[in-house]
């Protein structure tokens, strides 16, 4: 495990992503509490209060659920509660996610016309899984990403993908979003009605995927296989899981709900170890509703 870290921090969201890592990074190793602390230099009582306020639960809780058994036994649930459930959403216990995210697509203009016309406003900011892109238009979120090092690139592929738009960096536009996401203090806001409002591009057949995907319960986890079922496509698994990876929004459309059958995480554009501290995320928060 390594030891030699000089901790900086401009603020506690990039304070909980490192210690989200660590954890993730070193969950072979079992870190205790103390050695945690110790990497982020704080004291391990100062680190258990402002890991659970942005959490939900302590640093030793998180890396019980960042377990392929803890994965294993959310797809079984899913399994179950899918045979007298068509909509997998029913199934988990906190279903709200489809209520305070709602998707609208281009129009068949718009797609035609790569974004002719159109304005993306898009700014890098700290998140619990660390840097973040998010892009928005007047008619709401059209990109959010992850990374540490690829987030240019990113810009770069949006630009393509969008090649009709005009694109500007305006992270004071994107702050105010990006800032309510993730921020323990922000989350009261998400029991209103205003929600996130997404504008995507897609072919018909990623549309419905993605559609599905919002009703997916945060707590909640789904197979490739069960997914292409639901959306009926049973036959058309690998389309599925291909319409899963196009998914522009990352985290707000929750592609990482959907596994391989066996419990483990399968793949993931921005890693897979990101995707698993998503899923812990998201269980640890339907475990204490934060």
């Not at 954890?23 to 391990?44: C, K, Q, S």
């Not at 998180?62 to 199934?91: I, M, W």
């Not at 007047?138 to 090092?149: Q, R, T, V």
């Not at 639901?230 to 929004?249: C, D, F, M, Y």
Request: aromatic share 8%.
């Amino acid at each position: 495990m390594e030891t030699d870290f000089e901790p900086e921090f401009s603020n506690d969201c990039e304070l909980i992503a490192t210690v989200i890592a660590f954890i993730r990074d070193n969950a072979v190793w079992e870190p205790t509490l103390d050695e945690v602390a110790a990497r982020v230099d704080l004291n391990p009582g100062e680190l258990q209060r402002k890991f659970t306020a942005w959490v939900g639960v302590g640093p030793e809780r998180f890396l019980e659920l960042l377990t392929v058994q803890h994965n294993k036994a959310l797809l079984d649930q899913a399994a179950d509660a899918s045979e007298s459930a068509p909509d997998l959403g029913r199934a988990g216990s906190g279903r709200r996610h489809d209520r305070f995210v709602t998707m609208q697509a281009v129009t068949p203009d718009q797609y035609r016309g790569l974004g002719s016309g159109l304005r993306i406003d898009y700014g890098f900011h700290s998140s619990p899984f660390g840097p973040m892109l998010l892009a928005l238009t007047d008619n709401g979120i059209c990109e959010l990403a992850f990374g540490d090092y690829m987030l240019e690139a990113e810009v770069e592929d949006m630009d393509r993908r969008w090649p009709g738009a005009q694109i500007f960096e305006e992270p004071e536009r994107t702050e105010p979003i990006a800032d309510r996401l993730f921020h323990p203090d922000r989350h009261a806001q998400d029991n209103d009605e205003t929600g996130y409002r997404l504008f995507v591009k897609g072919t018909d057949f990623q549309l419905n995927i993605w559609r599905a995907l919002l009703r997916i319960s945060a707590g909640s986890l789904i197979s490739y296989k069960q997914l292409a079922h639901l959306t009926g496509n049973p036959e058309a698994v690998r389309a599925t899981a291909s319409a899963v990876g196009a998914n522009p929004v990352s985290y707000l459309i929750p592609c990482h709900r959907v596994l391989r059958a066996s419990g483990e995480l399968g793949g993931y554009h921005w890693g897979v170890e990101r995707k698993q501290a998503m899923i812990a995320w998201d269980s640890a928060r339907v475990e204490t509703r934060v």
